[in-house]
T-cell receptor
């Protein structure tokens, strides 16, 4: 079966750095996405990785290791507005997205 | 700025009623999707479409139907609503390959069936 695993909840302090991990087992691989979802709102796109390595976008970076079935999202200089759920999703061989349940990130002052 | 709209945003309806959730996008995207999401849970694909007159069932398609008569419009119909249908319904669209695999989401419809 297809499976995406990520921690249910994480807590971090404003101004700090946090790393959210995602491991996956899917039928084929056509890229990995990270989305941010604030409570009661729709997901919004953060990053896309299809090759191994680190992609940096401002305060957010995403890393992929295809051989390990592993990705992480790194958030730097945390702000209170970063409190949200972070969803990991893998595009399988049929070009369908398989979604993780999300990691709820709580930022404390 | 993504332009994808869903109506209604909130709906409370009785068991057995027929309902249609509307989704429209103005980006000209060929691919459109319907997802169901319960609080704290993953998104489940209900239906998807790769273009006009193309519709496919996802993992969670039972008891609902979709149509794609126009590129911009992708309505979801529940023929007979049940309390188990209470959930958040998210519509999304995407353009195609590479970076454009990115899916843009509408604001969602929160459905409660009593």
């Amino acid at each position: 079966g297809q499976n995406i695993d990520q921690p249910t909840e994480m807590t971090a302090t404003e101004g700090a750095i946090v790393q959210i991990n995602c491991t996956y087992q899917t039928s084929g691989f056509n890229g990995l996405f990270w989305y941010q979802q604030h409570a009661g709102e729709a997901p919004t796109f953060l990053s896309y990785n299809v090759l191994d390595g680190l992609e940096e976008k401002g305060r957010f970076s995403s890393f992929l290791s295809r051989s390990k079935g592993y990705s992480y999202l790194l958030l730097k200089e945390l702000q209170m507005k970063d409190s949200a759920s972070y969803l990991c999703a893998v595009m399988d061989s049929n070009y369908q997205l398989i979604w993780g349940a999300g990691t709820k990130l709580i930022i404390k002052p | 700025e993504a332009d994808i709209y869903q109506t209604p945003r909130y709906l409370v309806i009785g068991t057995g009623k027929k309902i249609t959730l509307e989704c429209s996008q103005t980006m000209g995207h060929d691919k459109m999707y319907w997802y169901q999401q319960d609080p704290g849970m993953e998104l489940h694909l209900i239906h998807y479409s790769y273009g006009v007159n193309s519709t496919e069932k996802g993992d969670l398609s039972s008891e609902s139907t979709v149509s794609r008569i126009r590129t911009e419009h992708f309505p979801l119909t529940l023929e007979s609503a049940r309390p188990s249908h209470t959930s958040q319904y998210l519509c999304a669209s995407s353009e195609g390959g590479g970076e454009t695999y990115e899916q843009y989401f509408g604001p969602g419809t929160r459905l409660t069936v009593t």
